[in-house]
């Protein structure tokens, strides 16, 4: 059994199309983070190629904006321990990351509006912030 777990938390009142993106987003960074978390190239029995997916489950549950904004302030006393990737509406109302950084830094904290959250680290920790969550469906 592994000691550490990833989970994925979404607002669960965004539209169908945010969410799957929120999720995609979230997914990405936390593979970039941790390639190892991405199996080898696999062949079917032609022997056709598969790329590499996930090693581990990853869990999307569900939250709300306010869940979730409670839920990353409680994170930063376990940060570095704990991989936390945040994903704002910030990100969404801008067309490039340039802009998206600028409006990140000038947006007050308090203002924030969380879409998703995505945890990776000792399963202790990710349970104690995510055990009581449904499952987004």
Known sequence: MSAT????VIDQNLPMGLIANTAGVLALTIGKEFPELIGHELKDNKGDRHHGITT??????????LSLKEMREALKEYEPGLTVVDFTSAAQTTT???????KLEDTPVEQLEYLGIALYGAKKVVNKFTGNLGLLR
């Open 5 to 8: 777990k990833c989970a994925i």
């Open 56 to 65: 581990i489950p990853i869990p999307i549950l569900k939250g709300t904006g």
């Open 96 to 102: 490039n990351y340039e802009d998206y950084s600028k």
